[in-house]
């Protein structure tokens, strides 16, 4: 499994992705696919974070046990104060691979502030070994002042579409 770069956007007018020598360029992806999945809102009183999936079919590879999934997160700033997002921890479940996590600073490169009303919006995405599997985990934000809240990022699915991989069978 890998992680990649993607491209952010803020409210507030913070850049732009990043390079990951890792990682590969994934081409733009429209929100207009009939594969996106919408999860959950999760509202931790101060963020709500939601989580759309859609499945790339053209940069996935069954044959060679390869499967990717572009999620599209939205970050809100619901609470009353700023806060600056500086941290990621995710859950990923893969059941050909096995589960594992990833941690790291900030999110494609970036550690996005947000006042109160602010939205950041980013997309990613997760290489799986097969065709279903999920990701759920949270974020770490810092408020004015130095203190530090976790907010949780809902568990969000990824399935490839009926027929992807058959030629396996």
Request: some cysteine; proline content about 8%; overall charge negative.
């Amino acid at each position: 499994m890998s992680f990649g770069n993607g491209s952010g956007n803020s409210s507030n007018g913070s850049g732009n992705g990043f390079f990951d020598p890792y990682a590969f360029e994934l081409p733009d992806f429209s929100e207009s696919s009939a594969d996106i999945e919408e999860g959950p809102a999760i509202e931790t009183g101060e963020m709500r974070i939601t989580v759309q999936t859609e499945y790339a079919e053209n940069q996935s590879n069954p044959h060679r046990w390869r499967y990717v999934f572009v999620y599209h997160i939205r970050v809100e700033n619901v609470g009353k104060e700023p806060a600056q997002l500086f941290w990621r921890h995710w859950h990923i479940h893969d059941p050909v691979a096995g589960d594992h996590e990833v941690e790291g600073e900030g999110v494609i490169g970036e550690t996005p502030l947000l006042d109160p009303g602010d939205v950041f919006e980013y997309n990613s995405f997760c290489v799986l070994h097969g065709p279903m599997g999920h990701m759920e985990g949270f974020y770490h934000f810092r408020r004015g002042d130095g203190s530090v809240f976790r907010a949780p990022i809902p568990r969000f699915f990824m399935q490839a579409p009926p027929g992807a991989g058959s030629h396996l069978a």
